[in-house]
């Protein structure tokens, strides 16, 4: 009998350690992993952007082509191609926007819904990105408020859009959420929209949190920061 309920115990004692350390690895390993990623892809991406206004002769001199007339390219799966900044999320929060959403793009950044529209331009863009785990990159998404600035840069021109709700939560099969004319926003026809998406509740999957936002400005990045972003 001894044997047994010491066989037992040392077995509860193992498999806690091993729930301990499934816990460790979920909550702190993939954040730095997931941080360390985020962060090679801005790198990878101001490098590009710099290379490009190079190429470009944007550098200076007479025949020099401002940032704001290259045309980013198209997009390409699972490529970074724009940083975004929540000031919500306080000034330091800036991630990188990825084309796609699968699982592999979502641990290195927020991910482009491939259907949707590119940044800055006529339809809907919509973004997703993990609430927990990988960074916890939307960990703050509920406390988004309407006027809330969110801004966005391609490396030739500044987005600012505003949020106009609350999150929105509803299921995940509600693709009309991220439609040109996202259903239940309140728009009545089209614009230049932002849709971000993320999970909930907040260590689950059962339902989605909803934003939309509306383009309110553009600027060249030669001319500075948006003002969203000056303390």
Request: with cysteine; hydrophobic share 35%.
């Amino acid at each position: 009998m001894r044997v047994l309920v010491r066989t037992f115990s040392e077995l509860c004692v193992t498999v806690g350690a091993l729930i301990v350390l499934f816990v460790v690895y979920v909550l702190f390993w993939t954040g730095v992993r997931a941080d360390r990623a985020m962060d090679d892809q801005i790198g990878e991406l101001q490098d590009r952007w710099a290379r490009d206004s190079v190429s470009t002769g944007s550098g200076g001199g007479e025949d020099a082509l401002d940032a704001s007339s290259r045309k980013p390219g198209p997009y390409k799966d699972g490529e970074a191609f724009a940083v975004m900044y929540i000031p919500r999320f306080g000034f330091t929060w800036n991630k990188p926007v990825l084309h796609g959403t699968g699982t592999d793009v979502l641990k290195k950044g927020l991910g482009h819904y491939a259907s949707t529209a590119r940044l800055g331009q006529k339809g809907n863009f919509s973004v997703a990105g993990h609430r927990r785990t990988y960074g916890d990159p939307f960990k703050d998404f509920p406390s988004l408020r309407p006027n809330d600035a969110v801004v966005l840069t391609d490396g030739t021109t500044w987005f600012t859009y505003r949020v106009d709700n609350e999150p929105y939560k509803t299921l995940p099969g509600d693709i009309g959420v991220i439609d040109p004319v996202p259903r239940r926003s309140g728009y009545d026809g089209p614009g230049r929209y932002l849709t971000l998406t993320t999970c909930e509740p907040e260590w689950g999957h059962s339902h989605r949190l909803i934003v939309w936002a509306h383009l309110d400005a553009t600027q060249p990045v030669e001319a500075g920061k948006p003002k969203a972003l000056r303390r």
